[in-house]
């Protein structure tokens, strides 16, 4: 994508930004404002982080389940940055690698779309936020299971983003079917043997979990027969040295959670190299995480949505190739062995662990002189500006940064994400607040819904609305109400069906027997369930695709130049982690988010006599997503209705992505167009 020719020019003339090829300013300079690019209208982050990162022998920045955040949380501080300040962070980052004799590779783990209007307000998604994605050089890659819904998500993943990264992209267990042999091959690398800068050689996989909801044109192998394929096997036991096995995975980093299968692979490859550093990056379940397998083998998951940047580093690789430094000068080191100190998720997972990791000689038979450190950076400019050491506000964005930013603002224009169709006047979360409190989303939509899905001609009779909570993906944060806001909350496509004239006594039960039974799952997905944009969506299992909670949310010199800031240092809310290395994971403190759990589903009602009393009978009206649910409980509840007596109460574009955006047009006009901002989920409104 070009930039005008005039933006191209004005970036030509600055002579303040960092060249592509070299490294930062070598002056002290005292900062006491906030550094700023990002999105025109982002906010940026006022506390800093809390210390310089630990590098060591091997270095990499991690990220995962992006799903289309690339330009950033618009309205949250702690994660304002974006892809194009990410970019010039990555390549600083890169030449400081270098300049302590170090190596740092740059690993993504899946799922780019579906959570944004970047992603999703385009068919097949990710046609314009992937090339935006690619301006990353990264190491290794693997696919997320938001890849492989849809047929023509998965061709696009195949034939031109698995293209665009060659080798690197690793998908070891995912094959797709190829129109033009009519044979199904893998949709990129099945392993990647290569050699890193300063002669560390690595064996590495990609491996997703065990999905089942791909469409028809893919198919996921599975861990267990993974694991006895001769190819995998022969890999392991590769003809060259191998100084340190890479298992990345869209795929929960703890063999414990429910779904993983790095247990699997990690016993094969352990059972076979037990001398040999197993090092795994997962994701999946959007959380912060690290975990401990044996004393030379660790895993580190790094979040969601472009709200967190994983950050981990060890040294003590055995390697005779190796001509690097194990213990660079002038920074922090890792220092922590491979041993679980955190009391709690040991005693927790202690037993579990026992049987999934020792089994089938998943040990390792040394004692390890390994050294590992793990951080969770915020993703915001703030912390990129502060670890590039060196890079002032004024020369931290390279000119490479700066077109991605300029193009991500243009593509936003281009797709119409900015337009405006109200002002939220308060944060809506969907988990910091107790269900049907004031500043809780589903409380919101309770009105929204009693307001706008409405039948015209039904207007006079009650009726009783019905969704379930999974259809919301996301918290609305206070300020403009965007079109791009409409995929962030709910990008589900889902009707409005009904039954006419259901008894009151017998209809207003069903909520009651929903939340009750089992949680309702997205299976069996079509073009039909994405509606105008091919969304793909959640399987809403809360172990193979968890809903989004907010749950686990001194004087500092370097050799040269330094950044000296004076900045807030209160904690704002934020992601608090504790993991098998502890607490002290988070890069920049924050104060705890409350997590309260919500139910299944809720319940809207209008159009009730005004003298309060209860009507004899009621429209149910509920979404064409949870049909297969509501006969089953009026069933159970002794009535006879089948899926002939239900029709669409609204007409079938009129969907969970549309009645908040025509709710805003009517209540949310004040302020328009210059609409109040607030600062995140778990502040003040």
Known sequence: MLLPSIIRIFLLALPVLSCDDCYGPQNDVVLTRNVRRMQPDAQNATVPPKAPLAWGQLNVLHTTDTHGWLEGHIKEQNYGADWGDFVSFSTHMKHMAGTLGVDLLLIDTGDLHDGAGLSDATSPNGVVSNPIFENVNYDLLTIGNHELYISDIAYETFSNFSKFYGDKYLTSNVQILNPATGQFEYIGAQYRYFTTDHGLRIMSFGVLYDFTGNSNVSRVIKAADLVRQSWFLNAINYTQPIDLFLVIGHNPVRPTTSGSTFGTLYKTIRSLRPDVPIQTFGGHTHIRDFVVYDDQSTGLESGRYCETLGWFSMSGIKSSNFTGNQ???????????????????????????????????????????????????????????????????????????????????????????????????????????????????????????????????????????????????????????????????????????????????????????????????????????????????????????????????????????????????????????????????????????????????????????????????????????????????????????????????????????????????????????????????????
């Open 327 to 685: 213990e660079p000068r002038g920074v922090p080191n890792p220092t922590q062995p491979a041993l679980k100190v955190n009391a709690a998720t040991a005693t927790a997972t202690a037993t579990a662990s026992a049987a999934v990791l020792t089994s089938t000689n998943g040990t390792s038979t040394n004692s390890s002189a390994l050294v590992y450190f793990r951080r969770y950076l915020d993703w915001n400019r703030l912390t990129f500006a502060y670890h590039a050491v060196g890079s002032q506000d004024n020369t931290f964005d390279y000119h490479s940064g700066l077109r991605v930013t300029s193009e991500i603002t243009q593509d936003r224009n281009a797709l119409n994400l900015t337009a405006l169709f109200g002002c939220a006047p308060a944060t809506y979360c969907q988990s910091c607040q107790p269900f049907g409190a004031p500043g809780n989303i589903f409380s919101l939509l309770e009105v929204a819904l009693s307001t706008v899905v409405v039948n015209e001609s039904r207007a006079d009779v009650p009726r009783l609305i019905i969704i379930n909570t999974g259809s919301v993906r996301f918290d609305l944060v206070k300020g403009p109400f965007t079109y791009d806001d409409s995929f962030i909350v709910s990008p589900f496509t889902d009707g409005f069906q009904f039954i006419p004239n259901v008894p009151y006594n017998i209809a207003s039960q069903v909520l009651g027997i929903l939340n009750g039974g089992p949680l309702e799952k997205r299976q069996d997905l079509s073009s039909r369930s994405f509606g105008f944009t091919p969304l793909t969506l959640l399987d809403q299992d809360n172990c193979l695709d968890p809903p989004i909670t907010h749950d686990h949310l001194s004087a500092r010199s370097y050799a040269g130049g330094r950044t000296l800031r004076r900045q807030s240092t209160a904690l704002t809310p934020g992601y608090t982690t504790t993991d098998d290395f502890g607490s002290d994971g988070d890069d920049t403190p924050h104060s705890k988010i409350p997590y309260y759990s919500q139910p299944d589903d809720l319940q809207a009602n209008a159009s009730f006599p005004t003298n309060g009393s209860l009507p004899e009978t009621v429209d149910l009206i509920f979404l064409d997503f949870i049909a297969e649910y509501i006969l089953p409980a009026l069933t159970g509840l002794g009535a006879d209705y089948t899926m002939a007596d239900v029709s669409y109460y609204l007409p079938q574009s009129f969907t969970t992505n549309s009645y908040l955006p025509a709710y805003a047009k009517i209540a949310w006009q004040a302020g328009v167009p210059n609409c109040p901002v607030g600062e995140g989920v778990g502040y003040p409104s």
